[in-house]
């Protein structure tokens, strides 16, 4: 599986942007399809994800700000973010993970850096 993220940017505080994600190669129908981000020496943390059922999850930072979406026919996942925040900068990767019996796989994108800054 291979994603493609699209959409980071310089964006100043209390702005919006929208991160993109398409996902082609082998999809499994069971899914999980979300967003991740990691700041200059941090680790890389949960944004939020949603699965391919429709539940979503999201980190206590960005509830209420973030909007998490999926389009099933083209494989893609949105990440919406509203009332950005310094601490928001960060490289943001997209994520997909598909089940086995058993098993779950992890894919990454390689990731798109969104900066909060005026």
């Known amino acids: 599986v291979q994603l493609v993220e699209s959409g980071g940017g310089l964006v100043q505080p209390g702005g919006s942007l929208r991160l993109s994600c398409a996902a082609s190669?082998?999809?499994?129908?069971?899914?999980?399809m979300g967003w991740y981000r990691q700041a200059t020496g941090k680790e890389r943390e949960l944004v939020a994800f949603?699965?391919?059922?429709?539940?979503?999850n999201y980190a206590d930072a960005v509830k209420g700000r973030c909007t998490v979406s999926r389009d099933n026919a083209k494989d893609t996942v949105y990440l919406q973010m509203n009332s950005l925040k310094p601490e928001d900068t960060a490289v943001y990767y997209c994520?997909?993970?598909?089940?086995?019996?058993?098993?779950?796989?992890?894919?990454w994108g390689e990731g798109t850096l969104v900066t909060v800054s005026s």
């Open positions: 190669g082998s999809i499994f129908s069971i899914n999980r």
């Open positions: 949603i699965t391919s059922g429709g539940s979503t």
């Open positions: 994520h997909y993970r598909d089940y086995g019996p058993g098993y779950a796989t992890d894919y």
